[in-house]
């Protein structure tokens, strides 16, 4: 061939001139990666975050806390990895797993209506009947937070803080 260019005699394949762009293999070489004896986690931020930090922390396995909250230990595993949430209706059994309510305290209107909700594990439906009021209502003053009338107001914020207490 001309000007010293070796090409591979299979076509199709690229050109290597006089033996460049060839990688010579060497012997095994083990190779130590230094890391710290224990790398702490990060916090929990989400809830599946918290189930998996009080799980390990009680060295519990996944299908054993599983039996515990009424899920399969697949459930589990997507929550721990935040591949989904888990429905409010086993918010209750959760939250007794964890030891307490991860979410931040409730400052607003709909906060705290979430959070009773999140707290007993009730559908919006549930919870307006338990209120003694409408759905669509409740659904609107948990999404907006507001409520244009005052006794309505005074009756939820009495439910609300009568049904935190027991």
Not at 37 to 46: I, K, L, Y
Not at 112 to 127: D, K, N, T, V
């Amino acid at each position: 061939m001309a000007s010293g260019v070796q090409r591979h005699a299979r076509v199709g394949l690229p050109w290597c001139p006089q033996g460049q762009g060839r990688v010579a293999f060497l012997p095994f070489v083990a190779v130590s990666w230094k890391t710290s004896a224990h790398r702490p986690e990060p916090p929990p931020v989400t809830i599946g975050d918290h189930i998996r930090t009080a799980r390990r922390e009680r060295k519990l396995l996944q299908r054993q806390i599983a039996g515990e909250i009424g899920v399969t230990e697949a459930t589990i595993g997507k929550w721990e990895q935040n591949r989904s949430a888990p429905p409010i209706t086993y918010m209750p059994a959760i939250i007794r797993f964890i030891g307490n309510d991860p979410s931040p305290i409730p400052s607003t209107l709909s906060e705290r209506m979430r959070a009773f909700r999140r707290r007993f594990g009730l559908s919006i439906e549930q919870a307006a009947r338990q209120a003694g009021v409408n759905e669509s209502s409740w659904s609107e003053w948990e999404r907006t937070g507001l409520i244009p009338w005052k006794r309505y107001r005074t009756l939820l914020d009495e439910f609300l803080l009568h049904a935190g207490q027991g």
